[in-house]
């Protein structure tokens, strides 16, 4: 999300469309920008073209791949004043990226809903047009990285009270953060509240267990129809 100067509102900040040019040399750093309608190989984020923007911002190696959903690309609707279309996907989100130009501190419940977990917030480190506004990524140009967390969570990430990142390595230090955080959160969502030892399913094993359940399924059927034939074999002999 990019909060413009001065905005402390969650529907204006939902509701801009673009941010300073320091926040979109960002989003080009942290993802390949893909067209949604004809993107087969990336995992979209359930966007839906025809509601959620035509475009969003990507990553993927060769084992993980990453969605962010950017509230700037999604269109604002006339029939959705309230912004629940960019919302019901960003207030989902266990991780949010606050881009904080206000000149304010950013509260973490801005943007309240019931996944309340973790914001990764970048502020200039000093005001003016080169820290935040300028139109090279220049070598002086340094940006504060603070993170909000929900109450109860311990330290994930190497933060501390604050880094001081160059706009160079930005957007790899804050996707890596996004990585961290997003497993931690995963877990702490999932056990915060049991009183019992709960096992983790992560992404590659649940991916293991759909590939398994599809073998069997497979194996299933394919006996079944080896059974089914050889009753019909055994009644065409019969007759």
């Known amino acids: 999300m990019y909060v413009a100067p001065g905005q402390t509102n969650e529907i204006d900040i939902l509701r801009n469309t673009h941010g300073s040019d320091a926040y979109a040399r960002f989003l080009d750093g942290i ?3 893909i067209e949604i309608r004809s993107e087969k190989d990336v995992y979209t984020g359930s966007l839906d073209p025809n509601e959620d923007g035509e475009y969003a911002y990507a990553w993927w ?12 690309l999604m269109p604002n609707h006339p029939h959705d004043p309230g912004l629940n279309y960019k919302k019901r996907h960003i207030g989902n989100d266990y991780v949010r990226i ?23 917030v970048i502020e200039p480190h000093s005001w003016g047009t080169i820290s935040a506004f300028s ?20 330290e994930c990430t190497p933060v501390g ?12 230090y804050v996707r890596q953060l996004c990585v961290m955080a997003d497993c931690f959160t ?21 991916r293991l267990d759909a590939m398994g359940r599809f073998k069997k399924q497979a194996a299933d059927v ?6 089914a034939q050889r009753e019909l074999n055994a009644e065409r002999k019969g007759d």
């Open 135 to 154: 139109n090279d990524a220049h070598e002086n140009e340094y940006f504060r990285v603070t993170v909000q967390t929900a109450s109860g969570m311990t």
């Open 186 to 206: 995963s877990i702490f969502s999932t056990t915060a509240h049991d009183t019992q030892r709960v096992e983790i399913i992560t992404n590659w094993n649940a």
């Open 161 to 172: 009270h604050f880094k001081i990142v160059s706009a160079l390595n930005l957007p790899f």
């Open 98 to 120: 606050v881009w904080n130009d206000s000149g304010l501190p950013y509260a973490f419940d801005t943007l309240s809903t019931q996944f309340q977990f973790y914001n990764i």
């Open 61 to 72: 190696d060769d084992i993980r791949q990453i969605l962010f959903h950017t509230a700037t």
């Open 222 to 227: 394919w006996a079944a129809r080896e059974k």
């Open 31 to 33: 993802g390949k920008l």
